[in-house]
T-cell receptor, first 116, second 116 residues
Framework: DAGVTQSPTHLIKTRGQQVTLRCSPK?????VSWYQQALGQGPQFIFQ???????QRGNFPDRFSGHQFPNYSSELNVNALLLGDSALYLC???????????????FGPGTRLTVT | GENVEQHPSTLSVQEGDSAVIKCTYS??????FPWYKQELGKRPQLIID?????GEKKDQRIAVTLNKTAKHFSLHITETQPEDSAVYFC???????????????FGQGTILTVHP
């Protein structure tokens, strides 16, 4: 049973560029949440996708956008990259459908984004 | 929105001692409180969680207590071992709906070091 996977592992971009990060949820999970973790800090919630729609959004600008596909995988897009966007981007999956949803969020290994 | 404060930021103990990490939250609607362990360069891993309908939950050497009135919850690790050394994060969420539904708000983290 595969856990949450993310790609790529590491990424280096230049200010002003755009980046796309990818996430595949744990088998059986239907909900994907994205978090940004700056060095030495706790993860900060970016947004959550369920049934291919953005259900919740944190305090992040519109430069951060996402998508969920019918197979529940998800993408995080960041436009006009800033130096401050350098961080570990974590994807977490959970299961929200049916009569016995489980709300535990399981994290992927993350994508380390460096903006120069 | 929800705000989670975590203390201490660093904790150093001798092997075999107990460790206690405390968190307070601000939103009385929060009803789900997970704890994550994050080793250097790895993903956050869920180690225990508690819902607001119980006051305490235990899993071997790890326990979590919740005081809804005071809006604080704590992680207790007994008989600590060197492999317990990691960063520990508390989080809060509202599983009942509302603007915080599905969103984990994390504390700032506690660096736990267990000396052999």
């Amino acid at each position: 049973d595969a856990g949450v996977t993310q790609s790529p592992t590491h990424l280096i971009k230049t200010r002003g560029q755009q980046v796309t990060l990818r996430c595949s949820p744990k088998s059986g999970h239907d909900t994907v949440s994205w978090y940004q973790q700056a060095l030495g800090q706790g993860p900060q919630f970016i947004f959550q996708y369920y049934e291919e729609e953005e259900r919740q959004r944190g305090n992040f600008p519109d430069r951060f956008s996402g998508h969920q596909f019918p197979n529940y995988s998800s993408e995080l897009n960041v436009n006009a990259l800033l130096l401050g966007d350098s961080a570990l981007y974590l994807c977490a999956s959970s299961f929200a459908k049916g009569t016995s949803p489980t709300y535990e969020q399981y994290f992927g290994p993350g994508t380390r984004l460096t903006v120069t | 929105g929800e705000n989670v404060e975590q203390h201490p930021s660093t904790l150093s103990v001798q092997e075999g001692d107990s460790a206690v990490i405390k968190c307070t939250y601000s939103d009385s609607a929060s009803n789900y409180f997970p704890w994550y362990k994050q080793e250097l360069g790895k993903r956050p891993q869920l180690i225990i969680d508690i819902r607001s309908n119980v006051g305490e939950k235990k899993d071997q050497r790890i326990a979590v207590t919740l005081n809804k009135t005071a809006k604080h919850f704590s992680l207790h690790i007994t008989e600590t071992q060197p492999e317990d050394s990691a960063v520990y994060f508390c989080a809060a969420s509202n599983l009942a709906g509302g603007t915080s539904y599905g969103k984990l708000t994390f504390g700032q983290g506690t660096i736990l070091t267990v000396h052999p």
